[in-house]
């Protein structure tokens, strides 16, 4: 539930608030139980509520993953106090005991503790467990100008709720610091970022089968670097062997009364020392008997395959599935979003929100054509217009449609009449008015329906988009 609700949006602050309201026992609360079911009672202080940090250790550690650690701490000399020992120079066993967390989501929350630690992330405002998160790109979504985060806005106006991205330097300080809005409304964006991942579906099939091939920020080390690293860390703990006998000899010469107990802990720091010397001696001998490949960002891209077909499925994304596939997303001054992929996909794909947009347009630019074409009365309405278009699969109303009219009205194609009942009437022919769609669809053949033209060019719902030059 912890990582759940930190892929979710929450951190660490709203989890402990939340842990601590649902009555959930801290960890020192359940070993105080365990310690009197033993018949021990410890001294210790046991914590009544859930605090931030209880919360990043559960989220830090990988116990969890099934992996065991020795030598968390050690000391320097004999009467030194202990010292936590870097993760790295600790004793590694993985895969020593069932997880329940899998590797996965674990490695997955290690990234966004990055992430949020170098944006400055202050979690999501939405509510908790069983309710949606109104800012599912929270974490990813900034100003293409200031670099600012988007701040997410929900409005409730007369028609319906609004919900949008903001830049947060305009939000609060005003033009003089970014001089455009950069809004993008919440729909828009999902729609914009459902058809890039429908784009990348194939190509991350092709990624997932020539991975050895590919260059990714997990594989920057060359098979002769990893090992140069490992041989450099066995002779650091080479080094460290002689200087911890020299030290021994050292406390035997001066504290020789003591000869049993500077045997006792020399040896087991010898014993330490050599272990991790042999681990890394295997590790060596694996790097020299397998390939270049990762077995964790493989897994990754299976996992992010998985996520993008069930994102074509549902046609929209929730927090995890962003968390997972998106690395950035920047919001031009129109907001136009300029979509980063992880695993270098945003390098195989080309493709432009504002293009698809204009795409559409024209192909509504057409498709009223196509529609006043096979108008066999000589004249149209809003009305007419409107109720097909819907029909279609295009949001249209008869307000929204009065622009694409007065199009038409001045490419020559309508002109208005007295009569309301036939408000407009066909002035070109057939051929004249194809011609013209042939300017905004130069590929759609001749003989195309109404119907076939829809079928074939629109492959979403059609949205009729806030750009960020309104209103602001």
């Known amino acids: 539930m912890v990582y ?17 309201d649902q009555g959930i026992p801290t960890p020192s609360m359940v070993q105080r139980e365990r310690e009197i079911e033993e018949g021990r009672i410890s001294k210790k202080k046991v914590a009544a509520i859930w605090s931030d940090s209880m919360v990043k250790e559960l989220l830090d550690n990988d116990f969890y993953i099934g992996t065991f650690r020795l030598r968390k701490r050690a000391r320097n000399t004999v009467h030194g106090k202990d ?3 870097p993760k790295e120079e600790q004793c590694i066993f993985e895969d020593h005991h069932p997880a329940i967390i899998d590797k996965a989501t674990f490695s997955l929350v290690q990234e966004l503790k990055e992430k949020r630690n170098r944006t400055n992330y202050r979690g999501s405002r939405g509510e908790w467990m069983g309710s949606e998160i109104p800012n599912p790109f929270g974490s990813c979504l900034f100003c293409k100008d200031c670099g600012s985060r988007l701040t997410p806005i929900k409005r409730q106006t007369s028609s319906r709720e609004r919900k949008y991205y903001i830049c947060t330097t305009y939000n609060t300080k005003g033009r003089r610091y970014c001089e455009k809005a950069h809004l993008i409304e919440e729909n828009d964006l999902m729609e914009d970022v459902v058809n890039y991942i429908k784009l990348c579906r194939e190509a991350l099939c092709e990624v997932i089968s020539t991975y050895d091939m590919r260059d990714f920020e997990a594989e920057k080390k060359t098979l002769a670097e990893k090992r140069q690293d490992i041989q450099e860390e ?11 006998l020299t030290q021994k000899i050292k406390d035997l010469s001066i504290a020789s009364e003591t000869e049993d107990l500077i045997h006792e802990t020399y040896d087991s720091m010898q014993k330490d020392l050599l272990a991790q010397i042999h681990g890394l001696e295997i590790q060596e001998k ?3 008997e397998t390939a270049i490949e990762t077995p964790d960002v493989k897994d990754k891209l299976r996992n992010a395959l998985d996520v993008v077909d069930k994102i074509i499925a549902g046609g929209t994304l929730d927090r995890r599935d962003i968390e997972l596939l998106i690395e950035r997303i920047d919001v031009g001054k129109e907001g136009m979003p300029e979509i980063t992929l992880k695993y270098g996909l945003s390098d195989l794909i080309n493709y432009s929100p504002a293009d ?25 309405s809003a009305k007419y217009l409107s109720e097909h278009i819907t029909t279609l699969g295009f949001k249209k109303t008869k307000q929204s449609i009065l622009p694409y009219i007065n199009l038409m009205k001045e490419l020559g ?4 009449t007295d009569d309301p009942l036939k408000p407009y009437n066909i002035v070109k022919s057939e051929e004249e008015i194809t011609v013209l769609m042939h300017q905004y669809l130069p590929d759609l053949p001749s003989q195309m329906t109404s119907e076939q033209l829809s079928d074939d060019y629109l492959h979403c719902n059609d949205g ?9």
């Open 4 to 20: 759940d609700l930190y892929i979710s949006g929450s951190g660490y602050r709203k989890i402990a608030n939340y842990l601590t």
């Open 83 to 85: 010292k936590r020992v």
């Open 234 to 244: 066995i002779q650091n703990r080479k080094n460290q062997l002689k200087v911890l």
């Open 286 to 288: 694996e790097l020299n």
């Open 356 to 380: 698809e947009m204009n795409r559409r347009e024209n192909t509504v630019i057409a498709l009223v054509m196509k529609l006043i074409i096979e108008e066999e009365r000589g004249y149209t």
């Open 413 to 416: 194609i309508l002109e208005d």
């Open 464 to 472: 009729d988009r806030w750009h960020a030059t309104d209103g602001f």
